[in-house]
């Protein structure tokens, strides 16, 4: 039986101030799937996210979300589809007036009513739940802890666990990993792994860092000026390929 697609793209282009960030880009993205996207800097990897969740819209063609144009979606129902699409930036987006228990509880916004979203922060509503999905990462430590306590790496852990406490359908991951050093980056990218395959989530994330494809996607989908350079499975790419899709960047890309 076929797989339902999260997200399909149809000839979608996006362009500022003139330049295309997107040409003509047609992409599938299935339920259950692992994708990475790599690309150089002005590929049109964050341009391309932001048409996914419905912030940006395309000049022209489509994108399509769980079988919705998103041109096409009134407020109320993309507020709806966007609950089941969970996004971690580069940054952590925690908020850093409130403690851990308070930004992981952030994850139950979107079902929960306005008193009771406004009560749990005078007294955390659900907190087993808290707890268990700092457990996951390995936080449950810093329950009560202010985000400004933590390391970059046990921020953006807290991130995932308000995603585990969201269960979104979909996890969109914008170089999540893009300030970290290697081996946090590797533990970030490893959570977010396994927590798709836990939860028989979507999961594509934005990647700069080329060594930590091996082992966690089961396809690559390479952007260049706007455009599919090449997709396929991460043990396809070779130092060609890659020297062809980042130009004077290899280097550099292949040194961090």
């Known amino acids: 039986m076929a797989t339902?697609?999260?997200?399909?793209l149809q000839n979608a282009s996006k362009s500022f101030g003139?330049?295309?960030?997107?040409?003509?880009?047609?992409?599938?993205?299935?339920?259950?799937?692992?994708?990475?996207?790599?690309g150089p800097s002005g590929a049109g990897k964050t341009t391309l996210f932001r048409l996914l969740c419905g912030i940006l819209h395309p000049d022209s063609g489509s994108v399509a979300l769980f079988g919705h144009d998103t041109k096409?979606?009134?407020?109320?129902?993309?507020r709806r589809l966007r609950k089941e699409v969970g996004?971690?930036?580069?940054?952590?987006?925690?908020?850093?007036?409130?403690?851990?228990?308070?930004?992981?509880?952030?994850?139950?916004?979107?079902?929960?009513?306005?008193p009771k979203s406004l009560w749990s922060l005078l007294w955390p509503q659900e907190l087993p739940r808290a707890k268990e999905a700092l457990k996951q990462v390995e936080l449950e430590h810093k329950l009560w802890a202010m985000p400004g306590e933590l390391s970059g790496g046990q921020q953006q852990r807290v991130a995932l666990a308000r995603l585990l406490v969201q269960r979104p359908k979909v996890v969109l991951a914008d170089e999540p990993v893009s300030q970290l050093d290697v081996r946090l980056g590797r533990e970030i990218i490893?959570?977010?792994?396994?927590?798709?395959?836990?939860?028989?989530?979507?999961?594509?994330?934005?990647?700069?860092?080329?060594?930590?494809?091996?082992?966690?996607?089961?396809?690559?989908?390479?952007?260049?000026?706007?455009?599919?350079?090449?997709?396929?499975?991460?043990?396809?790419?070779?130092?060609?390929?890659?020297?062809?899709?980042?130009?004077v960047e290899y280097t550099q890309i292949h040194e961090h």
């Open 18 to 38: 003139g330049s295309f960030a997107l040409q003509e880009l047609s992409l599938r993205i299935n339920h259950g799937e692992r994708v990475a996207i790599i």
């Open 72 to 78: 096409t979606l009134n407020t109320r129902t993309l």
């Open 190 to 247: 490893q959570l977010l792994s396994h927590m798709a395959q836990e939860l028989g989530n979507t999961l594509l994330v934005n990647l700069h860092t080329l060594e930590l494809l091996e082992g966690h996607f089961e396809r690559v989908i390479a952007l260049k000026e706007g455009k599919v350079f090449w997709e396929g499975r991460p043990e396809a790419l070779d130092d060609s390929l890659l020297k062809a899709l980042y130009g």
């Open 4 to 8: 339902k697609p999260v997200f399909v």
């Open 87 to 114: 996004v971690l930036y580069q940054s952590d987006n925690l908020i850093p007036q409130l403690r851990v228990v308070h930004n992981v509880l952030m994850g139950n916004l979107g079902r929960w009513s306005l």
